[in-house]
């Protein structure tokens, strides 16, 4: 290496020593930790009781032992592992389509609209709001003798229970709260991505005598195609890593009805103290998301190619 | 045929028929705009009345008597002021560390020529798909062996330097002209001026959406703290909240209160500086 050089590489590496450090010491020594700690039996205490035991923890978590003998169905119904991955896929294939539908709803009503910054504050005002307090705001709004519930009632549904402590219908609250807060956040994406949408071919389709609702499915909706895909992906991601709306409104109740991939996680390594099968039960989030993340790599590629 | 494509477009033209639809839009909107701001609105509503009034059937928006001293005896309930420091505390030196370092590292990403750089920036890519609550249980371990442990500066340096950081501002930084830092060279300017009296002038928007992005979500951080703050006077506010909560869980007018306390700092923020907040989302399309 040249002086010359030499000197440049190491300015580089002062600019970047400060987060360099940081960054690696807290995320990327933890990060190898966590692949390490999944095949290591340890219950907190001294590190000399940590003990090697191969993929033991993950037998436990999928309780290979009993689902070889019931089958899969008494994986999803039975074991902590089944259940949690069961609901929270419940909960994403919910929330993502509710979501995208509100989310654009909201963009296309706000799009070439005079006022739309003021509606626009409003519907995503709940996003920067914090999780504990519109959680319980909420779940005292789905109580027994909550407003919701006085407002069904006068419809003529009957249903006089508390939302949160009805095993049927406490996913449904967090799916609520969930599109309710996020909806304005996909809304803003949609509405930058609406601007680019070529005026040339609005007008073409007008001129070729299509209405507005033709329009809306022939032109507008395939050239927001990139951006739809974009916001699934990031929105399937978010929803795998749910925690707070269900710690704080349900705590993964009743039963085990909530119960969430990373509130088992939570569960088991700070609640139970089991570090080597919470370790192994991150892992399964770890594969779930980058895998997530490489189809959405894989089809980027294909998007710019297009 | 002619005549009927003639007759579409006056249809379409058509003042009144616009006005109607303009009309409806603004309807609907409103309409949905109410249905979002309920939640607050009932927050307000109940955090002025008494307890028992809360649920009452049926639902009065306006209590019959406004009781403002909610808003007095909650500050003695709980050390809401105790919270609200320490939020404020982790939240600014956050924000400042953040947007300090990753605005540093991202100039010798996006603009300085050295081996290993393309690796390394991979590896930060990297580490922003991996999700936190993968690898929490290490760093909590390792934090707990350091003495960080129920400490501020575990939330500090917890959230300080996030690769998204990094990330944001290499993007903006790769848009300012690489000819402008050569000519700064050239006039005999070190790389930390340049860095100083070139790059950060011209990124005072990716800064601002850096800094909103990044006191927003520390301000509501509530797995964090949980896992890390247990002395009461360590708690930040949304933990402090809870914990009123689960210990008032029947004091249903003064939690709306607390909550409605809780929400007003990080509101003012968004209100203030919510343009780069709502272009940094639509540009970048990043999550903090």
């Known amino acids: 290496m040249s002086r010359a050089e030499k000197k440049r590489t190491l300015i580089a590496y002062s600019f970047l020593a400060p987060n360099f450090l940081g960054f690696a010491i807290f995320t990327l020594v933890p990060v190898v930790c966590a692949i390490a700690l999944s095949f290591f039996e340890w219950n907190g205490g001294d590190i000399s009781r940590l003990k090697f035991v191969g993929f033991d923890n993950y037998a436990t978590i999928f309780n290979v032992k009993k689902v070889s003998q019931n089958g899969l169905a008494y994986f999803f119904n039975r074991v902590d592992l089944g259940i949690s991955l069961k609901n929270t896929i419940f909960y994403t294939l919910i929330t993502v389509p509710l979501t995208i539908v509100c989310a654009l709803a909201l963009a296309l009503l706000l799009n070439k609209i005079r006022g739309a910054v003021a509606y626009r504050t409003i519907f995503f005002f709940p996003y920067v709001a914090s999780m504990v307090a519109i959680c319980v705001c909420w779940s005292f709004m789905l109580m027994k003798d909550g407003p919701i519930n006085q407002f069904i009632q006068a419809i003529g549904i009957p249903?006089?229970?508390?939302?949160?402590?009805?095993?049927?219908?406490?996913?449904?609250?967090?799916?609520?709260?969930?599109?309710?807060?996020?909806?304005?956040?996909?809304?803003?994406?949609?509405?930058?991505?609406?601007?680019?949408?070529?005026?040339?071919?609005?007008?073409a389709a007008t001129v070729d005598g299509a209405g507005k609702w033709k329009q809306f499915i022939h032109?507008?909706?395939?050239?927001?195609?990139?951006?739809?895909?974009?916001?699934?992906?990031?929105?399937?991601?978010?929803?795998?890593?749910?925690?707070?709306?269900?710690a704080i409104m349900t705590d993964g109740g009743p039963g085990r009805s909530?119960?969430?991939?990373?509130?088992?996680?939570?569960?088991?390594?700070?609640?139970?103290?089991?570090?080597?099968?919470?370790?192994?039960?991150?892992?399964?989030?770890l594969v779930i998301v980058l895998v997530i993340t490489i189809i959405q790599f894989r089809s980027e590629k294909k998007f710019s190619s297009d | 045929m002619e005549q009927t494509l003639h007759q579409k477009e006056i249809r379409r033209d058509n003042p009144v028929a616009r006005k109607i639809l303009h009309i409806v839009i603004y309807i609907v909107?409103?309409?949905?705009?109410?249905?979002?701001?309920?939640?607050?609105?009932?927050?307000?509503?109940?955090?002025?009345?008494?307890?028992?009034?809360?649920?009452?059937?049926?639902?009065?928006?306006i209590p019959e008597t406004i009781r403002w001293e909610n808003y007095a005896l909650i500050w003695q309930k709980v050390p809401l002021l105790t919270y609200f420091k320490n939020t404020a505390f982790i939240a600014i030196v956050v924000t400042f560390l953040q947007t300090l370092t990753s605005s540093f590292a991202a100039y010798a990403f996006a603009k300085l020529e050295f081996r290993?750089?393309?690796?390394?920036?991979?590896?930060?890519?990297?580490?922003?798909?991996?999700?936190?609550?993968?690898?929490?249980?290490?760093?909590?371990?390792?934090?707990?062996?350091m003495g960080l442990y129920d400490t501020l500066w575990a939330m500090v340096v917890l959230q300080a330097f996030s690769a998204f950081g990094v990330f944001l501002m290499r993007q903006f930084y790769r848009s300012i002209p690489t000819e402008l830092c050569e000519a700064a060279r050239?006039?005999?300017?070190?790389?930390?001026?340049?860095?100083?009296?070139?790059?950060?002038?011209?990124?005072?928007?990716?800064?601002?959406?850096l800094v909103i992005f990044t006191f927003v979500s520390t301000w509501n951080d509530y797995m964090g703290p949980m896992i890390y703050l247990t002395r009461d006077a360590n708690k930040t506010i949304q933990v402090g909240l809870r914990r009123f909560i689960q210990e008032n869980s029947s004091d249903y007018h003064l939690i709306m209160a607390a909550s409605l306390c809780s929400l007003l700092p990080v509101s003012i923020v968004f209100l203030c500086l919510q343009k780069y907040f709502i272009e940094g989302i639509a540009t970048s399309g990043l999550k903090g």
């Open chain 1, 258 to 285: 909530t119960k969430m991939l990373v509130t088992y996680i939570y569960d088991e390594a700070f609640v139970k103290i089991r570090y080597g099968q919470a370790s192994a039960i991150s892992m399964i989030l």
């Open chain 2, 116 to 145: 290993g750089r393309d690796t390394l920036f991979l590896c930060y890519i990297a580490t922003i798909a991996v999700p936190w609550q993968a690898y929490m249980l290490p760093q909590f371990i390792m934090m707990r062996s």
């Open chain 1, 159 to 203: 249903f006089n229970k508390s939302w949160t402590a009805d095993s049927a219908m406490a996913i449904w609250a967090i799916i609520l709260v969930s599109v309710w807060r996020n909806m304005g956040y996909y809304m803003v994406i949609y509405l930058a991505a609406l601007q680019g949408v070529p005026r040339e071919l609005l007008e």
């Open chain 1, 219 to 246: 032109v507008t909706l395939p050239q927001l195609r990139p951006t739809t895909f974009f916001v699934s992906i990031m929105m399937i991601i978010s929803c795998f890593k749910i925690y707070d709306v269900v």
């Open chain 2, 29 to 61: 909107l409103t309409a949905l705009a109410l249905f979002t701001l309920i939640p607050f609105v009932w927050m307000l509503s109940s955090s002025l009345k008494l307890d028992r009034e809360v649920f009452a059937y049926p639902m009065k928006w």
């Open chain 2, 186 to 209: 050239l006039d005999g300017l070190s790389e930390y001026g340049i860095w100083a009296r070139i790059m950060l002038p011209l990124s005072k928007a990716a800064i601002a959406t």
